[in-house]
Nanobody, 119 residues
Framework: QVQLQESGPGLVKPSQTLSLTCTVS??????????WTWIRQPPGKGLEWMGA???????YYTPSLQSRTSISRDTSKNQFTLQLRSVTPEDTAVYYC???????????WGQGTQVTVSS
């Protein structure tokens, strides 16, 4: 059974960098052909696919966030990380780490972590 767990600060100040880590258990992040994904849901809005890192370590980003986003991984810890720079209150959301088994088939989700951007 694959499990994902997000970790990171719940409060970030405007203009700072939001950093979240997803720890994966029950499966390796290097296993073909999975994509390890970050999805967020702002209050009262729908889910937004932010980006992913592939089993081979290639990152992908949604165009609207590409200039502010970095996704990386630590294979020794079986973790992948999201960094979102220059945050504003509009980045307030529940952030999920998710496994994509291909073609946006999101089969395993973390429980989600609330991040609030506020001074």
């Amino acid at each position: 059974q694959v499990q994902l767990q997000e970790s990171g600060p719940g409060l970030v100040k405007p203009s700072q960098t939001l950093s979240l880590t997803c720890t994966v258990s029950g499966g390796s992040i290097t296993t073909n052909y999975y994509y390890w994904t970050w999805i967020r849901q702002p209050p009262g809005k729908g889910l937004e696919w932010m980006g992913a890192i592939s089993y081979s370590g290639i990152p992908y980003y949604t165009p609207s966030l590409q200039s502010r986003t970095s996704i990386s991984r630590d294979t020794s810890k079986n973790q992948f990380t999201l960094q979102l720079r220059s945050v504003t209150p509009e980045d307030t959301a529940v952030y999920y780490c998710v496994r994509d088994s291909g073609n946006y088939d999101f089969d395993y989700w973390g429980q989600g972590t609330q991040v609030t951007v506020s001074s």
